[in-house]
């Protein structure tokens, strides 16, 4: 028998180690910085990656965003010509890279070398890969001193910088811009029993009943997520709902309800939730959410300024600029304007108008925001009681529910602000910055 040598089949070469992931970080940063798209659109584009490359390039990306501020002021520092804006790709190379090295558990060397063989791989940039190489392993090898001088301020847009400055006092804005540097954890509302899914979860209770975990890893690997115990809601985020004590048994008109996590707050408290949203796409998400949880109501696709009825509650959590989700969603601090608080506020007002025609007399509504602007929150409410006598503010007792005193102002409407719930473990702190007054139709 003669013996023929063995030949391994010729194959292409597996792209190297980490390239790809790195690639897709950029691209993710791009599609904020550059083309101005939310990152969450962004994520949900198929990428053919696997769910660890699809989950460390999402890291990098939020990080870099959350940090940019920092980030290029120390690389306009180490760059003669400062930021490349001609040349995309070797800007958010840079940006990536810098970020791995100073805030993410990726060793230095390898940061460095992705990120030469990303600049070697742009058409444009590749006269640019010595730069690269002495830019980042300057950063690494200065890494505990840039660490050392940081100010988490400069991560702050300014326009945000400034107006929080003014509306909150610079001590809360370095607060609020020290959490922002962190990743936020995860908070769950459970429909029951939040003490035995936190121990369930490893995680903990927060003051106001939502169930708090960090580095949880995917929900829907989680015990309880195919079961429907439980939702993904910021903290801050349930509390609005609950705002409206009792609604066993009422009509509710939830008017901007989708994705729905206040929808399922209202129904799973036992009201006749009618959920109003005018994206159908939105509202489909709204549709599977309330089957997993097993939750049952009405969806209508509609624009809530056309919506007729009589309804014992409304809950209109309105389109706003979402800056107090930041820490979350580090986008909005690169993607929205002023022009956008003024234009959102414009809106927001014509829909509190339609909340008088929707109620009964008696009836309750909740307005709230993710806002840090007060345009967005108090100024509303403060013009919506001016202009229309037959609303009036109902204010919000402190003690309604446990842990909700600290965020009642004066005046009984909420405010929270995403530096509250101070830990020595930073990442278990804080919640969303949120906005919510209770009215009454009289
Ligand atoms: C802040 S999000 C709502 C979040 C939701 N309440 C929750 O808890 O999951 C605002 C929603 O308002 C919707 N929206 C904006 N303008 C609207 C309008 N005029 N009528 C109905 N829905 C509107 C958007 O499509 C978006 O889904």
Known sequence: MSKRPFRPAARKPAPPPGLASRRRACELVETVTLWLRPLDEALDEPTGLDAADRALARKIAATALRRLGSIDKILRGRLAKGLPDGLPRLKTVLQTGACQILFLDVPDYAAVDVAVRLVEADRKAKGFVGLTNAVLRGIARDKELILAELDALDDLAPWLRQRWTATY??????????????????????????????????????????????????????????????????????????????????????????????????????????????????????????????????????????????????????????????????????????????????MQARLLDRVADLLKPGGKAIYCTCSLEPEEGEQQISALIARDPRIGLDPIDPDEFPGLGPFIGAAGMLRTLPSAWANADASLAGLDGFFAARLVRH
């Open 169 to 346: 006092g610079e001590a809360a804005t370095r607060a609020i811009a020290e959490i922002q540097s962190i990743e936020p954890p995860l908070d769950l509302t459970v429909k029951a029993d939040p003490e035995a899914w936190a121990a369930r979860l490893a995680g903990r209770v927060t003051p106001t009943g939502s169930v708090r975990l960090s580095g949880a890893g995917p929900v829907t690997e989680l015990a309880g997520f195919d079961d429907g115990a439980w939702w993904v809601q910021d903290a801050a985020a349930a509390l609005p709902a609950r705002l409206l004590g009792d609604v066993r048994g009422l009509a509710v008109a939830d008017l901007c309800a989708a994705p729905g996590g206040k929808t399922a707050q209202l129904a799973a408290a036992g009201a006749v939730v009618t959920a109003v949203d005018r994206s159908a796409k939105r509202l489909e998400r709204l549709t599977q959410n309330m089957q997993r949880l097993g939750l049952t109501v009405t969806v209508l696709t509609a624009d809530a300024m056309n919506l007729t009825g009589s309804y014992d509650a409304v809950l209109l959590d309105a389109p706003c600029t979402a800056t107090g989700t930041v820490r979350g969603h580090p986008d909005v601090m690169h993607l929205k304007t002023m022009a956008d608080v003024e234009g959102l506020a414009r």
